[in-house]
């Protein structure tokens, strides 16, 4: 997550076997490039991006699971509104003809359950790797989203705060870090 916050994305180079088109359970090639570099382009996706990879530097392994939870529910899964009208913008559906059917879709017997889109709530919503999803988020907009993200972002507890200066293009936080050292023993422990 931390990468995201220097606005650097991680891909892979794998490709999906050829006998399971429609679906992958590991992110491939096709999943990246289909899924997640389109959506980069979107400034508010971008943003969005971005503040949960700033919330995780310096977060407890405990809030670092939130956060996985969040992104997972969001950029990978997530659906927002737009005109009245149910659309994706989780590179897990956008690269996922059948899980993107399943989810947007409304003729199929077996439907997933839709959740509005909230951080508090998708922290503690877990998620299946191998299948499709039973339960996605909705957000009013990107914009939304983002709101509700930076806002539950601000209120994680952390050491320090990370934000991005858009005009020197790094990454500052809101005050200093004192390192600890640690003895031999307590590396390894």
């Not at 076997?17 to 289909?34: N, Q, R």
Request: proline share 6%.
């Amino acid at each position: 997550l931390n990468g995201l916050a220097f606005r650097v994305f991680f891909s892979t180079q794998y490709i999906r076997h050829h006998s399971k088109p429609l679906y992958t359970p590991e992110p491939d090639i096709c999943h990246e490039l289909l899924g997640h570099a389109p959506m980069f382009v979107n400034n508010d996706f971008a943003d969005f991006s971005q503040e949960i990879g700033l919330a995780s530097l310096g977060a407890s392994d405990e809030n670092i699971e939130k956060l996985a939870r969040c992104y997972w529910h969001s950029v990978e899964f997530g659906l927002c509104e737009e005109g009245g009208v149910k659309k994706a913008y989780g590179a897990g559906l956008l690269s996922s003809f059948g899980e993107l059917e399943y989810a947007c879709g409304g003729d199929q017997d077996e439907k997933p359950e839709i959740k509005p889109w909230d951080p508090k709530v998708a922290a503690y919503q877990e998620f299946p790797i191998t299948t499709y999803q039973p339960v996605y988020f909705l957000a009013e907009s990107l914009q939304d989203a983002k709101q509700q993200m930076r806002k539950f972002c601000e209120d994680l507890p952390r050491p320090f705060f990370a934000f991005h200066n858009v005009r020197s293009n790094t990454v500052n936080i809101d005050r200093p870090v004192k390192r600890v050292k640690k003895s031999a023993a307590d590396a390894r422990n």
